[in-house]
């Protein structure tokens, strides 16, 4: 998906741009396991006040900058599909956007 | 004229970050669309440029203290759990909507929904604020790059509105209130 840049790169944007997807992806999925899984929604109380929420927010935060330092570190400095990486990066922030609505994460 | 201590923190997070960050992504969206499309290269100056990195990077801290706030400071009150046998539920936000069925849904949808959508927009604010910061007014040249932060701030701007509108509204149903009472003005009988 990437190769050197020959004009300016695209490759540290575009880490940037997918690390947000599925960062924002993976905290839409930790939501529905920590309200449907027990012993997972016992895990992610990180702060007791705040309960699962403050585990679901931080594992996702550090999912989203692990994932984003991982990117940043093989594309940067060269030009990648920009076009695909942002597909797949509207793909998932539009299905985090949908899977954190109630009505549709119940379903699972 | 006075407020609670927990109403404070309320309008705090709610207008001082939340209503701002709303404000400041409908700017965002004008300044990115109208200055840096593909063809309004030549009129983006140095002053402009500098402008927009350091009203997104404002935008971002605006984002994630609305947050942090609203998790760690506001959420704990709101999900206080009721002594069993308590009459009066005002204290406990979360249990006086779930006591009535026409109530309950501002919990099982409204803040259920809020508490998580919340965070995208800070999650796509501060990416967008990374590549700007990053790329500056060469972001014109980067077609793709330019579109992943003008819909991500669009994205943003939709995930701050669903959880700011869901805010107000359960808000009005169970206030958060309590703690100290602060005085601002004595009122004439």
Not at chain 2, 41 to 47: D, E, L, M, S
Not at chain 2, 65 to 88: D, K
């Amino acid at each position: 998906m990437s190769e050197p840049a020959s004009g300016p790169s695209n490759g540290s944007g575009s880490a940037a741009v997918l690390a947000a997807g599925i960062g924002a992806f993976f905290l839409a999925v930790l939501a529905i396991v920590a309200d449907k899984v027990v012993p997972i929604k016992r895990l992610m109380v990180f702060y007791k006040p705040t309960g699962p929420l403050s585990g679901v927010t931080t594992s996702a935060i550090f999912i989203w900058l692990v994932a984003w330092a991982i990117l940043d570190a093989r594309w940067r400095g060269r030009s990648v599909a920009a076009a695909r990486v942002n597909t797949a990066a509207f793909v998932l922030l539009g299905l985090s956007l949908l899977l954190t609505f109630p009505p549709l994460a119940d379903l699972f | 004229m006075e407020i609670s201590t927990r109403g404070l923190w309320t309008l705090i997070h709610g207008m001082g970050f939340g209503a701002l960050y709303l404000l400041a992504c409908s700017g965002a969206i004008v300044e990115l669309w109208r200055h840096y499309g593909p063809t309004e290269g030549a009129r983006v100056t140095t002053r402009n440029e500098t402008f927009l990195r350091v009203y997104l990077i404002a935008m971002t801290l605006l984002a994630w203290l609305a947050v942090f706030t609203g998790a760690y400071v506001i959420y704990p009150w709101y999900r206080a759990t009721a002594p069993p046998g308590t009459p009066h539920l005002a204290g406990y936000p979360q249990a006086l909507l779930q006591s009535s069925a026409s109530t309950s849904a501002w919990h099982s949808i409204g803040m259920e929904w809020k508490e998580h959508v919340a965070w995208l927009a800070p999650i796509s604010i501060t990416m967008a604020t990374a590549v700007f910061v990053r790329y500056g007014r060469s972001i014109q040249a980067q077609r793709e790059l330019r579109n992943a932060v003008l819909w991500f701030v669009v994205v943003s701007f939709l995930a701050a509105g669903i959880a700011g509108s869901l805010g107000a509204m359960i808000d009005k149903n169970a206030p958060v209130e309590g703690g100290a009472i602060i005085h601002f003005v004595q009122g004439g009988s």
